[in-house]
């Protein structure tokens, strides 16, 4: 088995060369993920004699996070799909913010996405209950006293009332676990139809919040 990792979704991205274990991997520090990228996969993959052709799947964590950090992700990892006619799957990143609490009971992981809103995601293990985007009152109406954890120190600083663990940003390794349960089952993603993982709000969602402060003027 060979698998190919990839995380861009968060602060520094990551790469990682697979077979039921982490083999090799490689960070990207700061915003060089668009630039190293795909430099760094040839590269790592070259120094095991590895060919895309090869590979059993190719992992992307494809959101949420950075809006440019997960379209480079995204991008790249379709594009090694294509060129080696390989399977993909697509990782929410908080299902690994989740999973690095350890144990398989109910846990909540919340991300900041700006604009004083958070992806928010419920998971039992790993089999994720739901995720969404939320205002910070929904996310603490939402803690129902389980496990609460981030991997961002904004999100510990904005939500302060709540109990939250800080847990370390997840990196492309981390993935693998997800992608050897997805690989036995053979459950792989359309590469042609994947799509970023923003958790946007739907236009009903945005209207009915709206909607009281237009009728209050």
């Keep these: 088995m060979k698998v190919l990792l990839i995380n861009t979704a968060g602060g520094e991205g990551s790469?990682?060369?697979?077979?039921?274990?982490?083999?090799?991997?490689?960070?990207l520090p700061g915003r060089s993920s668009s630039e190293r990228l795909?430099?760094?996969v040839r590269e790592l993959m070259a120094e095991r004699g590895w060919q895309l052709?090869?590979?059993?799947?190719?992992?992307?964590?494809?959101?949420?996070?950075?809006?440019t950090g997960v379209r480079v992700?995204?991008?790249?990892?379709?594009?090694?799909?294509?060129?080696?006619?390989?399977?993909?799957?697509?990782?929410?990143?908080?299902?690994?913010?989740?999973?690095?609490?350890?144990?398989?009971?109910?846990?909540?992981?919340?991300?900041?996405?700006?604009?004083?809103?958070?992806y928010f995601g419920e998971y039992l293990g790993r089999r994720c209950v739901r995720e969404a985007l939320l205002s910070a009152?929904?996310?603490?109406?939402?803690?129902?006293?389980?496990?609460?954890?981030?991997?961002?120190?904004?999100?510990?600083?904005?939500?302060?009332?709540?109990?939250?663990?800080l847990v370390s940003e997840p990196l492309a390794g981390d993935a693998l676990p997800f992608a050897l349960e997805r690989i036995a089952v053979?459950?792989?993603?359309?590469?042609?139809?994947v799509d970023a993982n923003y958790l946007r709000r739907t236009d009903l969602e945005i209207f009915a919040k709206t909607?009281?402060?237009?009728?209050?003027r």
Excluded: H, N, Y
Excluded at 15 to 27: M, P, R, S, Y
């Design 15 to 27: 790469v990682a060369l697979a077979d039921t274990e982490v083999i090799t991997a490689e960070v």
């Design 38 to 40: 795909v430099p760094v």
């Design 53 to 67: 052709g090869e590979l059993t799947a190719v992992v992307v964590v494809s959101g949420p996070g950075s809006f």
């Design 73 to 118: 992700g995204l991008s790249a990892a379709k594009g090694f799909v294509e060129a080696g006619g390989v399977p993909l799957i697509a990782l929410s990143r908080l299902a690994l913010v989740a999973a690095a609490a350890g144990g398989d009971g109910p846990v909540l992981a919340v991300l900041d996405a700006g604009r004083g809103e958070f």
């Design 137 to 165: 009152e929904e996310v603490i109406s939402a803690d129902a006293g389980g496990l609460v954890v981030t991997c961002e120190a904004k999100v510990m600083e904005s939500l302060g009332v709540l109990e939250l663990r």
């Design 186 to 193: 053979g459950e792989f993603d359309d590469a042609a139809s």
């Design 211 to 216: 909607a009281p402060q237009k009728a209050a």
